[in-house]
């Protein structure tokens, strides 16, 4: 960063490091100290265009952060005189104390200028973006390919889709209407269409713009639960007014579970209001209880935040020149039934970071590319621990937003939007641009469904947990290093497919479902191998996840029967852990060890209270072979005062994923290190 003083402090504290000793917990870190220079300063597309290039070049320009307005103006000026000198002009301009971006017009020397420039951090061309409109807009049936791949059953709970779209028929097995004989529905909209194409086309993207055969994956089937809303107008839907929402959902759900054994489920619907931290809603809890009751996978959306003409949010920010303090408003909150405790909510991150612009020079992406979209809620979720993490628990891709020249928000951008199959009565095209943390689930939805597919007897649980374990937060979320503030936009990161259905010589994963008795504790053994202990030269890493499914009350402050801690210790006999675990008081929060045999899993069990999904990651770069060759994952499980006499809940399902990660491990297979498991029996210790 530019600092303030010219780096005087930074040079002060050299001094006293180097005389004294002092700040040594912090230089010790640092391997080297170098100017930020013109070589910093390039960004994408630069080396494509060349340092020599004729004439003039479009560029965008970031500014290093200013602390104050006027600072950010002053260093905004000291740009439009580096330009002027060599004749460059600023084609447009956003300029605030947190982010200041410049699209300029220069020649090859004012590159050059720019890039010698101190107030400058990169320096880029435009971003372009991932699909062409022109690649898919005027599409029609003769000139597609449409492949099949087989794959698991979603059950959609939306409008009714137009299954006679040449893209979906044949896929959409069954589309029911559980409505009274006598109910008059509102004629179908596209919303319902749109979803299902984010679920079985997961590739459409790609696809499109590689012109390769569109494949769809697996099939879905459709209980109707939305209609347009005629109130409303536009896109806007509404539950069917024959029966009370959770009752309709409820409904759909046993019908589809009971009658095709429907076990993976989407339901992109989101409140318009922020859930308020009051008790929860009768169709968030109705979810949670068919969630624990059948064993299944529910899907949902953060939900959308308003945002208005003149691009701000409902709390009055301004969707790029105040990002990212809107999503951390009351009023961008996670909307029900997105706090529901045992489903998998989903927030929205942008594929595409820049517009079609249509010859338009003043319009710009919101979002870049893999940030979060302006319109997706933020948690957290149920509980009161201010750094809690809980909600959402994953993101995908749903769209962007786009600012025009002339300041206003528009929201189907055919660069920066998602592309999905639509219906739209008497448009007569195949796709649409579509925006909304609802098709940011069904594409999460895919994923866990693919887990389904190649794991037909994996638990809900255990599906929740390798889909968080696979998940990674994308480069942008990087600039809010305070991890619980990530994780209220971004969750655990985008699941990737291939990480959450197989290993592979860098990466293995070994998992556990069953049930313990509430109270207790468990001990799980697993192995890691010397060759993994010992390492290749870069960062290993343990990643631990837990997902379990209590009952919910929602008339209950502690909105969840039981909470669950994991922890893993290592270099000790699995005896003394036991004999150590059985001595510690439920009730004491306090670690009954504390040493290097307990490793130091990011983040802090506490950060999990509420939550009944868990991530927990250990990292090394230095050699750790003299410990034993098996670690112990402790799962420890604790009632609510509420739950702990009910007859009901005497034992808690539950899963674990272990990772054990070495990308740089490049002679050996760590796979088939592991495929010989080590086999313990498991120690469990009974509350007193």
Known sequence: MLADDSGSALSQAIDRYVRTGELRSFFDLIDDIEPYGSEDRRGPGLADIGDGFAGE???????????????????????????????????????????????????????????????????????????DFRDWRDLGVGDIRRAETSGAVVGVLDDSPESAHPLLNGLVLSDDSLAPPDYQWQQRGSHGSEVIGRVLYPRLHEELRDLTALTAVGAVRVVRVLEPDPQRGG??????????????????????????????????????????????????????????????????????????????????HHIIDDKPDYFFTPEHRIAEPAPAALAVTV????????????????????????????????????????????????????????????????????????????????????????????????AVARVAADISYEYPDASANLIRALLASSAAHPVPAAVLP???????????????????????????????????STDTVQIHPFPVPELFRRGSGGERAITVALAFDPPVRRQRREYLAGAMKIDVYRDIDPDELAEILKKQDPDDPNEPIKGRQRLNLEPGSNSFTNSTLHVRRWSAKNSFVNDDETFFVVVTHKAQTWARDDPQYKQQRYALAVTLEDQHLVQADLYQLLTQQVQVPARVRLRA
Do not use: C
């Not at 600023?90 to 004012?110: M, N």
């Not at 003409?309 to 009055?316: E, H």
């Not at 290993?503 to 313990?516: A, C």
């Open 482 to 516: 305070e991890l619980h503030n990530r994780s209220k936009i971004y969750g655990y990161g985008k699941p990737r497919r291939e990480r959450a259905i197989a290993s592979d010589q860098n990466r293995v994963t070994m998992t556990y479902e069953g049930t313990m």
């Open 57 to 131: 070049q479009v560029l965008d320009v970031s500014v290093w952060a200013a602390g104050t307005l006027d600072e950010a103006r002053a260093r905004v000026q000291i740009i439009e005189a580096v330009l002027a000198a060599t004749s460059g002009r600023i084609l447009l301009r956003s300029v605030s104390s947190r982010r200041s971006y410049l699209r300029v017009s220069v020649t090859s020397d004012g590159m050059r200028d720019l890039l010698e420039t101190s107030v400058v951090e990169t320096v880029r061309t435009p971003p372009v973006p991932y699909l």
């Open 347 to 442: 927030g929205s991150i942008a594929l595409s970071g820049a517009a079609a612009e249509l010859g338009r020079i003043g319009s710009r992406a919101v979002a870049e590319a893999e940030e979060a979209s302006p319109f997706s809620r933020s948690g957290p979720g149920l509980g009161t621990a201010q750094k809690r993490l809980n909600k959402p628990e994953l993101t995908h891709y749903g769209g962007n937003i786009v600012v025009n020249d002339s300041g206003h928000a528009v929201r189907n951008d055919l660069g920066a939007s998602l592309v999905s199959t639509s219906y739209r009565a008497g448009d007569g095209r195949l796709f649409a641009v579509v925006n909304g943390t609802s098709f940011a689930a069904p």
């Open 235 to 316: 896109d806007a839907t509404r539950f069917p007014t024959y029966a009370l929402p959770h009752e309709v959902v409820a409904q759909g759900i046993r019908h589809l579970h009971d009658t095709y054994g429907v076990k993976i489920f989407n339901m992109s619907v989101g409140y318009s209001e922020p859930y308020s931290d009051l008790h929860v809603g009768p169709l968030t809890e109705t979810l949670d209880d068919l969630i624990r009751e059948l064993d299944i996978v529910i899907v949902v959306p953060t939900g959308n935040a308003g945002i208005t003409l003149d691009a701000r949010t409902v709390s009055g």
